[in-house]
């Protein structure tokens, strides 16, 4: 399993927020994005999340006998700022019809509700609305997302916001165990996520004006 | 699939899903007329179908704004976005959800509204069935708008406007089916069939230029 970024280039308004970032991943590896504010850090997530249209290069996925017509999107899972997640509807709910929606990619099994909800520590509270639990409790919710499909690449931003220590640590739990079972993490973080071996980018921002598109 | 379709019903059920907003809104419309226009029964009967069906359209697209930002501002569209499944079949899912949970009522409240026209048997019979045959092109019309719109804050009213000229033929052959129904010289069948046709055209090409928008939409 491969996740390669070729040269990548992103546009923001006029400037070129970035350009000619490559990476490759392999099985069980992690690439961790520093950089101030404003550096490009969520864009680069978002490009190669395949929500935003690079302004040049690409993203392939690579896996031994998978379909070369496989987007690289449909390997990721994609915690954002925002948590996805309906405040009407109760935590089950919403956990049980995103299992359903996005279904297990190939060669791998996820957690039931119940068990994803059990491993980010908020198991007695499924049947509250979400839009019931605090900010923190939100986030473990949207994290236990990852964990009801499966998804070989995880591609996270800022994960770690309004969490308190001890959650820190369970989600880092959940980082490394899906590392171990040959998983890919993309992550951007300020705090260090408290993993060994990792590839850090560090972004500096605007890679300045090129040369005109047209 | 079926999970979307549950759960965008489910949604339009609960606190502030709006599903009763639409139903409330085109029985306020209709059951201010005979108020408006006095009570000459004739006059009521005659243009009865015609309120009933506008009362219909501008309830139609009264929630239609809702249907792809809703999903926008807390994410999930990121996620609808990145899924296998090919974008224009989710559109097409939660056009029908949202037809189902907004315009279904409006079907079935329609005859209700009918006899508030004073309008006969026969003409409350065709109003709700065109509306039933008729409502569904406005949905898919309007998540067109909906997708183009979906970055805007407050796309409501724009929305509206962006697909109120293609609703137009709609509402015609709408009103115009209904009027043949109690008109003798006319015939009932050509300009319902053509509303059926324009049901049809618009389901394929309303999911497809809406997922072609939502593609598009990247912020």
């Given at each position: ?36 504010n ?15 249209r690079?302004?040049r ?7 031994p ?31 049980s ?118 | ?5 549950l759960?965008?019903?489910k ?38 179908p ?15 704004d ?126 319902f ?5 324009i ?5 394929v ?15």
């Amino acid at each position: 399993m491969r996740l390669t970024a070729d040269k990548l280039a992103a546009r923001r308004g006029e400037d070129l927020l970035f350009s000619d970032i490559s990476f490759d991943l392999g099985a069980g590896e992690a690439l961790i994005l520093t950089g101030r504010n404003g550096s490009g850090k969520s864009t680069l997530l978002r490009v190669v999340a395949g929500l935003l249209r690079p302004e040049r290069g690409t993203v392939t996925w690579a896996a031994p006998g998978s379909d070369i017509s496989v987007r690289a999107s449909e390997a990721c899972h994609y915690l954002g700022h925002r948590n996805a997640m309906k405040a009407e509807l109760s935590v089950a709910e919403n956990l049980s019809f995103w299992k359903s929606f996005f279904g297990d990619f190939d060669g791998g099994t996820a957690l039931s509700v119940h068990e994803a909800a059990d491993r980010v520590g908020l198991e007695g509270i499924t049947h509250l609305p979400f839009g019931y639990l605090s900010a923190g409790q939100q986030r473990r919710m949207a994290f236990a997302k990852l964990l009801v499909a499966h998804r070989p690449v995880w591609i996270l931003d800022e994960p770690t916001a309004a969490l308190d220590t001890r959650a820190e640590a369970t989600f880092t739990d959940l980082i490394r165990e899906h590392l171990d079972r040959g998983g890919l993490l993309l992550a951007a973080t300020h705090q260090p996520l408290g993993l060994e071996g990792t590839q850090e980018l560090q972004m500096t921002g605007f890679a300045g004006v090129m040369e005109e598109a047209w | 699939m079926t999970a979307l379709l549950l759960r965008d019903l489910k949604l339009s059920v609960r606190a502030g899903g709006g599903a009763l907003i639409g139903v409330l809104f085109f029985m306020t419309v209709v059951a201010v007329i005979p108020f408006g226009v006095g009570p000459d029964l004739n006059l009521l009967s005659r243009i009865g179908p015609a309120i009933v069906w506008i009362g219909a359209l501008l309830s139609a697209l009264l929630g239609l704004d809702r249907l792809f930002q809703t999903e926008r501002e807390d994410g999930s569209l990121d996620l609808i976005l990145m899924q296998e499944h090919p974008l224009v079949l989710t559109v097409l899912v939660k056009c029908l959800a949202h037809w189902v949970a907004n315009c279904l009522p409006l079907v079935i409240a329609a005859p209700l509204l009918g006899l508030f026209m004073n309008m006969s048997e026969v003409a409350i019979g065709a109003v709700t069935l065109t509306l039933l045959v008729g409502t569904p092109a406005l949905t898919f019309i309007g998540a067109v708008g909906a997708a183009v719109a979906v970055a805007l804050p407050r796309g409501g009213l724009l929305v509206s406007i962006l697909v109120l000229p293609l609703a137009i033929p709609v509402l015609i052959f709408g009103v115009s089916a209904s009027y043949a129904a109690v008109q003798d010289p006319a015939p009932f069948m050509p300009p319902f069939l053509i509303l059926i046709a324009i049901t049809m055209f618009f389901a394929v090409l309303g999911p497809l230029g809406a997922a072609l928008a939502l593609r598009n939409a990247g912020d």
